[in-house]
């Protein structure tokens, strides 16, 4: 039996050796494969982007796939929109027509704006219909509302930034979305969240006390008085406070805490008079803008990254103060540049400058439902000015600098397109290779091409600064609704790094 099982083995030995001679391979004898090169970045983009036609096209879709592609997107409780600019069109109309989306579809009740408390507060009366003494406002020409009777908003420099097409087609929407809801359990309110109002807060303090206790409006006159007379150039106020402290002039610092406590010292009294708390709330916020303001103005001559990171931090602190107010099941939607939505720690921000920002702080509070979308574009037109102050003029934008990542992107030669940042949402390997350290560019209000390097580009690592990017290769100016820019003061944090 053995004999036989040995010669039956030597046959098929000797099959084998026939047929490896002949050039045949047996499948336990691979044949040694060479390793193929990995994926380019640019390789790996084109395989795993969802590219999308026009937006205008995107827009007029009816499946409307390009929003449906961030609908994972909407458990967050706080979702942060940024544009890499604050004068690019396609930048704006995305970014309110998925917050259309998200309102539609999950739930949003709140939309907070890098924009000043007072103004975004007479928008919000306007799109809530809210009863109560403050006037509403839409975002209109100048002329329209004064020949209406109404005061125009967002007048302070940049107009363009809030007072355009993109922006005020999104507020009528709104305001008809609005229709027949609840002011406060179910309307879409619209929210303020910058602290450059300092004036302006101080006379919406004394004015919301002048209806309900015009005692107390008196005490917010005699405490603020002094530090309103500064409220039209409140950086020599600041100047002031650091040359003069060996003189006694240590600022109204106390003033304007004192006028906080007070207010807040009857708050059950005010919330029950009328309103139902919402103008309550609006004089509490504009109060404690004023008293972040004056510390801000104070610390902007000691250090740039202190004054940065007490502007953020009183738009984080507002962000949790609306979600607060709103109740335990609000969810916002934050509309910001880049540099305050994107997390920090993931940007040439927080490695060298100390700094952090919005997105930061939204992610260290909520984690993972705290979710950022970046808007980035290659090349096209943005509207700026040249100066702070000065008036808006459509300049172009030159074509990304090479190891940015807006150039790579360019590359790819899709167009337009989204894509999902976030591990187990993008491709493994394309993450890895978006990991690298690359230039990003920031646009804010002035534009500076002749310095574009200095001025405009920071380093970033993309997927740990946004969970999500939507990509313009091409991008045209915001309908502004006007182009002259009246005087006002210089607000130094959002010229930098952007413009100066």
């Known amino acids: 039996m053995s004999s036989l099982t040995d010669s039956a083995a030597a046959h098929v030995h000797l099959d084998r050796v026939e047929s490896i001679s002949r050039g045949h391979t047996p499948r336990h004898f691979s044949r040694q494969s060479t390793p193929q090169p990995p994926a380019s970045p640019i390789e790996l983009l084109r395989s795993h982007v969802h590219p999308f036609p026009s937006l205008s096209e995107a827009l007029a879709g009816i499946n409307k796939d390009i929003f449906r592609y961030f609908d994972s997107f909407g458990s967050a409780k706080v979702l942060l929109i940024g544009d890499s600019s604050h004068g690019t069109s396609e930048f704006y109309a995305f970014r309110a027509a998925l917050t259309r989306y998200m309102i539609e579809h999950h739930g949003y009740t ?61 507020v009528e929407w709104l305001r008809g979305w609005n229709e027949g809801k609840e002011v406060k359990k179910e309307a879409t309110g619209f929210y303020g969240l910058d602290l450059y109002s300092m004036g302006s807060s101080m006379r919406a303090v004394i004015d919301y006390l002048e209806h309900v206790d015009k005692e107390m409006a008196q005490v917010a006159r005699q405490r603020y008085w002094r530090l309103h007379e500064w409220s039209e150039d409140p950086h020599e106020y600041g100047l002031e406070t650091l040359v003069s402290a060996g003189k006694g002039f240590k600022g109204y610092e106390d003033d304007v805490v004192q006028m906080l406590k007070a207010l807040l010292s009857k708050r059950l009294e005010y919330e029950r008079i009328k309103w139902d708390g919402e103008e309550f709330h609006g004089g509490e916020q504009n109060a404690r803008l004023v008293k972040d303001a004056e510390h801000y103005y104070r610390a902007m001559y000691y250090a740039r990254d202190e004054s940065w990171n007490l502007r953020d931090t009183h738009m984080f602190e507002t962000l949790q103060r609306i979600l607060d107010h709103r109740g335990s099941h609000s969810k916002a939607i934050v509309w910001a540049h880049n540099s305050h939505i994107g997390d920090a720690r993931a940007t040439s921000m927080g490695w060298s400058e100390d700094e952090i920002n919005v997105g930061q702080l939204c992610k260290e509070a909520y984690g993972k439902k705290a979710l950022s979308i970046g808007c980035l574009g290659y090349t096209g037109k943005v509207a700026a000015a040249k100066r702070w102050d000065g008036d808006m003029i459509v300049m172009h934008v030159n074509p990304a600098l090479p190891n940015s990542y807006e150039r790579l992107m360019h590359d790819t030669g899709i167009k337009n397109f989204v894509l999902d940042l976030r ?78």
């Not at 109560?132 to 420099?157: C, D, N, Q």
């Not at 999500?468 to 005087?487: K, N, R, S």
Request: proline share 9%.
């Open 110 to 170: 709140i939309v907070a704006c890098e924009a000043d408390w007072p103004d975004a507060e007479s928008i919000d009366r306007y799109v809530r219909r809210r009863p109560g003494p403050g006037p509403p406002a839409t975002i209109e020409p100048e002329a329209e509302a004064r020949r209406a009777g109404r005061e125009p908003s967002f007048v302070r420099f940049p107009r363009w930034m809030w007072r355009n097409k993109e922006t005020h087609d999104f």
């Open 423 to 500: 591990t187990k949402h993008c491709d493994k390997a394309l993450r890895e290779a978006l990991m690298e350290k690359k230039l990003e560019r920031f646009i804010g209000v002035i534009y500076a091409p002749a310095t574009e390097r200095q001025s405009h580009y920071s380093f970033a690592v993309l997927p740990e600064q946004f969970d999500g990017i939507v990509y313009f290769d091409e991008t045209e100016e915001v309908g502004a609704l006007e182009v002259h820019q009246p005087h006002g003061p210089l607000e130094f944090d959002e010229t930098w790094p952007f413009g100066l």
